[in-house]
């Protein structure tokens, strides 16, 4: 009898998922080009989610298909139409910068297609998108968080800020740091402009020297935050230097070396501090792979844009019912995530904390939370 009831029961597990089928997820992100840092690192995180999470409650498998983007506006927008059209996508995780991001979005909301960013955090990324969303923070809190903690935790009272006037993220933080920094009694004495891709910093460290600020705000991406770091440090300029999430990867220490100790910057995930169950176990889990608990933010990103994905098509009738999984990403409240804890409004935008990092002998090391 024993026997018979054990093969009634593998029957019938065998009979519901019977229909089980294959849903794909597209990466589309840089994994080549200059700012492949980003990709690698968030896409390691979308890997490791799949493979903590592979299947639906339904028994559906979910399939995670990588699309290079190669940072380029052009592959981005190949990309997309491919994971679309080709591919056959219910949702897309990605890109990694703003401006490319942004390109993303436009494409999938022609075809309804959800997209949840993982780390663009300009405050204008979703004002013309209905199926866009994000797990990271906003340039607008992200900027916010700068100046309140480096005025009021630091005590600095003047500073100069590098903006970088070819990206919308650069100039969306820079503005927002600056409001709210003289909000808090500091004084902005320039803003020193710079584009993405340029390599002599020389005169722009020149006069930030001779302004003499109590800090340096660096909004930028790390190939440029790397090298300012560096070239500061050749003329003695000693000033410490307060930056953003575009330099939370182990590319920038790599690019800067011994300049960028000292380094102050933003972010989403602290490893010491695993602030949910969740985000404990994927430290187990990235640990088993890569003999190390050192996760960057973006990794952490990565696999909460994932998670969230899941989450919204497990509470769909049909998980690959794109508009379903677009309305469900939108309903999520207080999702205990990898980097954190994150709620996402109707628009798309998620309400969460940020993480102020140092880096100090090469490694970053936490030193504040900033909550909502």
Request: with cysteine; proline share 4%.
């Amino acid at each position: 009898m024993k026997k018979i009831t054990t093969l009634a029961l593998s029957l019938a597990a065998i009979s519901s998922f019977g229909f089980a089928k294959e849903i794909t997820i597209a990466a589309v992100m840089p994994v080549t080009g200059p700012v492949a840092a980003y990709g690698q690192t968030a896409y390691e995180g979308v890997t490791l989610a799949n493979k903590m999470r592979p299947t639906l409650k339904n028994g559906d498998t979910i399939k995670v298909v990588l699309l290079d983007t190669r940072g380029e506006k052009v592959e981005t927008s190949n990309a997309t139409t491919r994971a679309i059209s080709q591919n056959k996508a219910v949702g897309i995780i990605g890109e990694l910068i703003t401006a490319n991001t942004m390109q993303v979005m436009a494409i999938a909301d022609k075809s309804k297609i959800p997209v949840i960013a993982p780390a663009a955090t300009s405050d204008k990324l979703l004002d013309n998108v209905k199926f866009g969303s994000r797990v990271c923070f906003m340039d607008s809190f992200q900027g916010k968080a700068a100046a309140e903690f480096t005025a009021k935790e630091l005590g600095y009272k003047t500073a100069v800020i590098v903006v970088d006037q070819a990206q919308v993220y650069s100039l969306g933080l820079a503005k927002t740091f600056e409001s709210e920094f003289v909000k808090n009694g500091g004084k902005v004495l320039s803003k020193l402009k710079i584009s993405s891709g340029d390599k002599d910093f020389k005169a722009i460290v020149s006069q930030i020297k001779s302004k003499n600020p109590d800090f340096v705000y660096v909004p930028t991406y790390h190939p440029e935050a790397s090298l300012l770091a560096r070239q500061a440090k050749q003329i003695n300029l000693n000033k410490p230097m307060v930056g953003s999430d575009g330099v939370a990867n182990p590319t920038f220490i790599e690019l800067g070396g011994d300049a960028v100790n000292g380094f102050i910057f933003s972010d989403s995930f602290d490893a010491s501090n695993p602030p949910t169950e969740l985000s404990k176990k994927f430290l187990d889990e990235y640990e088993k792979e890569k003999g190390t608990r050192d996760i960057a933010g973006f990794t952490a990103l990565g696999a909460d844009a994932y998670f969230v994905m899941v989450e919204a098509m497990d509470k769909c009738a049909d998980p690959s019912d794109s508009v379903c999984i677009n309305d469900q990403i939108h309903k999520t409240k207080e999702f205990s995530g990898v980097s954190g804890v994150i709620s996402i409004d109707e628009k798309g935008n998620a309400i969460r904390s940020v993480v102020m990092k140092e880096i100090v002998g090469g490694k970053p090391t936490f030193k504040a939370n900033v909550n909502p």
